[in-house]
């Protein structure tokens, strides 16, 4: 990787595998935006986010599995992975291993991220926290 491309992992994924969220504050541009399941997100949003899951989850790591740069967006497939160990979301520790994985697409501008869009499904999470199962139950008499 060279240039934006090694930029833009390396600060990503210091942010969001060891908490360093002023290495992703020091790439994102004044007018950056996130856009994820919940909605649209503001840089704030997102280094609360950051927080969050580092406090909630030990061990937590982040494994970019494949990055790529195209006609000016990257994108990233990555992998988290941590144990509940704190409340994360409302839900009180578990104890359980998590790992889930996703895509962000990020466009950028002069050197800066200027939008991220992130594709992950919760259930994954929600599945592996042991509150939501990812199977449907059969209905008896159908």
């Not at 990787?1 to 020091?26: H, N, P, R």
Request: aromatic share 8%; net charge negative; with cysteine.
């Amino acid at each position: 990787m060279t240039g934006i491309l090694d930029q833009v992992t390396t600060a990503w994924a210091k942010a969001w595998g060891q908490g360093d969220t002023t290495a992703f504050e020091s790439i994102t541009a004044p007018d950056y935006h996130r856009q994820s399941k919940t909605g649209p997100e503001t840089l704030t949003d997102v280094l609360h986010q950051i927080e969050e899951q580092h406090a909630a989850f030990s061990d937590f790591t982040v494994r970019l599995r494949t990055a790529v740069e195209d006609h000016g967006i990257i994108a990233i497939h990555w992998e988290s992975c941590g144990t509940h160990s704190g409340e994360f979301m409302g839900v009180p520790p578990t104890g359980r291993t998590v790992t889930v994985s996703g895509a962000s697409f990020i466009n950028h501008r002069d050197g800066l991220i200027t939008s991220e869009e992130v594709v992950w499904d919760p259930r994954e999470l929600l599945s592996a926290l042991g509150i939501w199962h990812l199977t449907t139950p059969q209905r008896s008499g159908v």
